[in-house]
């Protein structure tokens, strides 16, 4: 009995390594793409932001919901004036200083005409959000990159904003102690895909033990109601680390991330398809988390269709598993 339980356990482990885990439950107001969580410590309030609606939020009590969306953060759009692109993507929220932080992308799919904006309220209720622009990280038709999915990292008393989608991928560029412009005008690759179209983006730097961890979407995020990617070319979360906040990002085999390496985190399975768009939230009692959107292939494959998915992360081996 005791071979076959052990058994059983190298085999449940090998499963889990390699990616597969079904979604903690949700309820409430559940659809979302490209998911941001925040906890406000006052009265422990749930708070999730998503792409759509000029950035929508809800709250709940806890990650489980029931979530109960609030409105906009920017009814009125963004100050950010890019002609004909006025869609808010990819918000990524923090507290600094006291103070809520939302970094949002003005664009519109598959263009290099982009921009990373910030607003920012200090209790997070309805209608309590200041829109102060772009932060600096733009793009134009030719750039290294394209401006969007901002992610906020603050290391000793640094604060780095990573970034990109597509074209060169991932970048990442040094703020100002207020972390709300640019400290200087260069920035650094820290992941890449050579082959395709270089689908990566999304990306999320986390800290767990002695090493920083950069988990990124790779993959066809979107429109699978009307044309489905090749089996393996949708979405999916991988991982790179490093012992700096600032690279070299390496994955499981050693391979860099700016080298096309990168290790499967989540990916499809059974009835879960297309998992990215994630982040990682420190829960108090559960501990790290990861939380992301993915399409239920019982439910339907459009883009407002998605939804809030999360696991618990384990990093006890060094490198993270669902």
Same mark, same amino acid.
């Given at each position: 009995m005791y071979v076959l339980a052990s058994?059983?356990?190298?085999?449940?482990?090998? /499963?889990? +390594?390699?990616g597969y885990a079904d979604p903690g439950s949700c309820s409430g107001s559940c659809n979302v793409h490209d998911p941001a969580l925040i906890r406000r410590e006052s009265d422990g309030t749930y708070f999730r932001f998503s792409t759509g609606n000029d950035i929508s939020y809800a709250s709940a009590s806890s990650i489980e919901g029931p979530w109960t969306a609030i409105g906009s953060?920017?009814? $009125?759009?963004?100050?950010?004036?890019?002609?004909?692109? =006025?869609?808010?993507?990819?918000?990524?929220? =923090?507290?600094v200083d006291g103070v809520y932080y939302v970094y949002y992308s003005v664009s519109t799919f598959g263009s290099q005409e982009s921009a +990373?904006?910030?607003?920012?309220?200090?209790?997070?209720e309805l209608d309590s959000w200041t829109d102060l622009g772009r932060v600096g990280v733009d793009s134009y038709t030719g750039s290294a990159y394209n401006a969007i999915d901002g992610n906020l990292f603050l290391d000793g008393s640094t604060y780095y904003l990573q970034f990109g989608s597509f074209w060169g991928d991932i970048y990442q560029v040094e703020l100002n102690s207020a972390a709300t412009a640019v400290a200087g005008s260069s920035s650094q690759n820290i992941a890449y895909d050579s082959s395709g179209d270089h689908a990566e983006e999304g990306s999320f730097l986390y800290k767990y033990g002695d090493y920083y961890?950069?988990?990124?979407?790779?993959?066809?995020?979107?429109?699978?109601?009307?044309?489905l990617p090749a089996s393996g070319d949708e979405y999916k979360i991988k991982v790179c680390r490093s @012992? @700096?906040?600032?690279?070299?990002?390496? $994955?499981?085999?050693?391979?860099?991330? @700016?080298?096309?390496?990168? @290790?499967?985190v989540l990916e499809s399975h059974d009835t879960v398809y297309g998992p990215g768009g994630q982040g990682i939230f420190t829960d108090p009692t559960l501990g790290p988390v990861l939380y992301y959107h993915y399409v $239920?292939?019982?439910?339907? /494959?459009a883009d407002d269709q998605k939804l809030f998915g999360w696991n618990v992360i384990d990093f006890s081996s060094g490198w993270p598993v669902v």
């Amino acid at each position: 009995m005791y071979v076959l339980a052990s058994a059983v356990a190298l085999l449940l482990h090998a /499963y889990v +390594v390699q990616g597969y885990a079904d979604p903690g439950s949700c309820s409430g107001s559940c659809n979302v793409h490209d998911p941001a969580l925040i906890r406000r410590e006052s009265d422990g309030t749930y708070f999730r932001f998503s792409t759509g609606n000029d950035i929508s939020y809800a709250s709940a009590s806890s990650i489980e919901g029931p979530w109960t969306a609030i409105g906009s953060v920017l009814p $009125d759009g963004s100050s950010i004036d890019i002609a004909g692109y =006025n869609d808010l993507w990819a918000p990524d929220v =923090n507290l600094v200083d006291g103070v809520y932080y939302v970094y949002y992308s003005v664009s519109t799919f598959g263009s290099q005409e982009s921009a +990373v904006g910030l607003a920012t309220s200090s209790t997070m209720e309805l209608d309590s959000w200041t829109d102060l622009g772009r932060v600096g990280v733009d793009s134009y038709t030719g750039s290294a990159y394209n401006a969007i999915d901002g992610n906020l990292f603050l290391d000793g008393s640094t604060y780095y904003l990573q970034f990109g989608s597509f074209w060169g991928d991932i970048y990442q560029v040094e703020l100002n102690s207020a972390a709300t412009a640019v400290a200087g005008s260069s920035s650094q690759n820290i992941a890449y895909d050579s082959s395709g179209d270089h689908a990566e983006e999304g990306s999320f730097l986390y800290k767990y033990g002695d090493y920083y961890y950069l988990f990124y979407s790779a993959g066809i995020c979107c429109g699978y109601d009307t044309s489905l990617p090749a089996s393996g070319d949708e979405y999916k979360i991988k991982v790179c680390r490093s @012992t @700096t906040a600032t690279g070299t990002f390496v $994955d499981e085999d050693g391979v860099a991330c @700016t080298a096309s390496g990168g @290790t499967i985190v989540l990916e499809s399975h059974d009835t879960v398809y297309g998992p990215g768009g994630q982040g990682i939230f420190t829960d108090p009692t559960l501990g790290p988390v990861l939380y992301y959107h993915y399409v $239920d292939t019982t439910i339907g /494959y459009a883009d407002d269709q998605k939804l809030f998915g999360w696991n618990v992360i384990d990093f006890s081996s060094g490198w993270p598993v669902v």
